[in-house]
């Protein structure tokens, strides 16, 4: 199979005269990964922490650009979500239908993928749109890692070059530990949003449980005050207390029964009922 591989990195009928991505060295790509572990623990903002992976695996790789997907299922596609090098606005839009081209195969099929001269890869399944893109662009080598959170395909890490170029061992397993921590990334702020979604869930709980045990509590209340023969004025008045406002309990005919008394020393300025003025009626009626 020419011009592709899976896993392998040299390449059926490749010259010699074939250029390279980079082959960082294992100080480079320790400190590469330190970095990375760095931002994953104290940057809590995933958008900064993917800018920051992308740009850093293009500069270990000496690509010319880099850039991450993210699957999505409902569309049966994988979309450029962060990319870091690219020069036009249609390569950066792309949204690759799964298991088509590179970053669709890689995306979907689990495996590195690496081509050194995509246009001219007669193995892959080629998009007319896509390939115009990628013309454009003036891509020739595309290496993809995918992104597994929780066990599931998310989507993939890439790297391209402008000339074909082949990807040596230290650089495939460059990108594989590079695309592991951008996958952790995703992973974090997955947990994050389902962490976020419980506390606002819980608080719905507990400030429902409060109003139902005030009011559980005022219905005792107002039990006991019948209960201690206080009558309808016990009742009112205790309503009152409970709203902060007086209260008057009416007849079927409309007529005043008992009512609590105006309440005084308001703080902020507030007024009892002045003369002429209507009553606050709060419905109670008999």
Do not use: K
């Amino acid at each position: 199979m020419r011009g592709r591989h899976l896993l392998v990195t040299t390449l059926e009928g490749a010259g010699s005269a074939l250029g390279s991505f980079s082959d960082p060295s294992p100080a480079a790509l320790l400190r590469a990964v330190h970095d990375s572990a760095t931002d994953l623990a104290s940057v809590r903002d995933r958008a900064v922490i993917l800018r920051a992976l992308v740009r850093r695996t293009r500069a270990l790789l000496g690509a010319d650009m880099a850039y991450l997907s993210l699957n999505d299922l409902d569309a049966g596609e994988t979309w450029i979500h962060v990319t870091d090098g690219v020069r036009t606005r249609a390569y950066a839009q792309i949204r690759m239908p799964l298991g088509t081209g590179i970053l669709g195969s890689v995306a979907a099929g689990g495996t590195s993928v690496h081509t050194d001269d995509y246009l001219a890869d007669a193995d892959l399944n080629h998009l007319t749109h896509i390939d115009e893109a990628v013309a454009a662009e003036g891509v020739r080598a595309i290496s993809g890692e995918p992104l597994r959170v929780d066990g599931h395909l998310v989507g993939a890490l890439l790297v391209a070059h402008r000339t074909p170029v082949e990807m040596p061992p230290a650089g495939l397993e460059a990108l594989r530990l590079l695309a592991l921590q951008a996958a952790v990334a995703l992973e974090q702020t997955r947990r994050a949003i389902e962490i976020a979604t419980l506390r606002t869930r819980a608080d719905a709980v507990s400030a429902a449980a409060a109003r139902d045990a005030a009011l559980l509590a005022l219905d005792a209340r107002l039990l006991a005050a019948l209960r201690d023969g206080g009558g309808c004025h016990a009742v009112v008045e205790e309503l009152a207390a409970e709203l902060g406002a007086p209260v008057v309990l009416l007849g079927a005919d409309g007529t005043q029964r008992c009512g609590s008394p105006p309440r005084s020393g308001r703080a902020g300025g507030q007024r009892g009922p002045r003369n002429g003025d209507a009553p606050r009626r709060r419905g109670l009626r008999r």
